[in-house]
């Protein structure tokens, strides 16, 4: 399915929290996936991943395009000129397009390039006061603050790290911060994208997450919106393990046995983007 990101009118998403809460957890992942990929051997680099038909080396050089990506954005958007590229992109059909040309590097070449692309963004963002966080830039839902896309990127990341280390019999570490960051916006993350197709399920629905622990109501209108607290009585709710939650609002697991309709709704939303299958 092809983005129709939101320029004009209001931002197609919020979630709560301080404007600056991103760079740690954004960095630490970045740094934490390079010293994994160090690790590895040429034939881990290439070995099959969780995404069909790429393999570790395929999910790196996808890494490196969306690092050149945000790094660009975020630096157009701090000139006060947020770019606007990403209307009619596919997330399922140009991906592999864009890694097709990498997949002639050497595993050395790729891990390089990773290295130098993740200087890049972390060096856009490093420095940053609350008003540049604040500051709009251009994510795959639309013109939102850095802070947002700074989710997105983190979210995204954590969890192409968990798809090349799992099938090598590798446990990321798991820290509450990024959990939990990656947690509310993949909850988020779906409707954001569908809201402008018209296609996206209205209602507000609530996320009680264990280690860490983790709660808010997910508010689904013209917008989407990430309160922070324990969901009102009523709300259809999801419960489970944080990180297991991830990985089910990602498309990478089923959701909880017991999980509300809407919340099979909202999955099926986002497998429509990238044009996938919910689990079950």
């Known amino acids: 399915m092809k ?3 939101r320029y004009d009118g209001p931002a197609i998403l919020a979630i709560d929290g301080d404007p600056g809460d991103q760079g ?15 690790g590895l051997g040429e034939d881990e680099w290439r070995a099959p ?3 069909d038909g ?6 790196a050089a996808h890494l490196v395009g969306v690092n050149a990506f945000w790094e660009g954005s975020v630096v157009s958007g701090l000139a006060g000129s947020p770019t606007r590229v990403l209307g009619g992109f596919d997330p399922a059909a140009h991906p592999p397009l864009m890694i097709e040309p990498m ?4 595993p050395r070449e790729t891990f390089d390039q990773l290295v ?8 856009a963002v490093a420095d940053l006061d609350d008003d540049g966080w604040s500051a709009t830039s251009e994510s795959p839902a639309g013109h939102v603050s850095v802070r947002l896309l700074a989710h997105h990127a983190l979210w995204d990341a954590w969890v192409h790290e968990r798809d090349i280390a799992l099938p090598l019999g590798l446990t990321p570490a798991v820290e509450a911060d990024e959990v939990a960051s990656s947690l509310r916006y993949a909850a988020a993350v779906g409707p954001a994208l569908t809201i402008s197709q018209g296609r996206a399920s209205r209602g507000v629905l609530g996320v009680v997450a264990s280690d860490p622990d ?5 508010e689904v209108g013209d917008s989407v919106l990430v309160r922070d607290g324990t969901p ?6 999801l419960y489970g393990d944080a990180v297991e939650l991830v990985e089910a609002l990602s498309v990478r697991a089923p959701l909880p046995d017991g999980a509300p309709d809407a919340w099979h709704e909202l999955i099926r939303g986002l497998a429509t983007v990238f044009d996938t299958v919910p689990q079950t």
């Not at 790429?54 to 999910?59: A, C, G, L, N």
């Not at 692309?117 to 972390?122: A, C, I, N, V, Y």
């Not at 983790?214 to 997910?218: G, N």
């Open 3 to 5: 983005l129709s990101p």
């Open 103 to 106: 997949r002639a590097q050497s």
């Open 54 to 59: 790429w393999t570790v080396q395929d999910v």
């Open 24 to 38: 740690v957890p954004l960095a630490r992942q970045r740094r934490r996936l390079e010293s994994l990929l160090a």
């Open 116 to 123: 130098t692309s993740d200087d890049g963004f972390l060096g």
């Open 214 to 218: 983790v709660t808010f109501t997910l």
């Open 49 to 51: 991943t969780r995404c």
């Open 232 to 237: 009102l009585a009523g709300v259809p709710c």
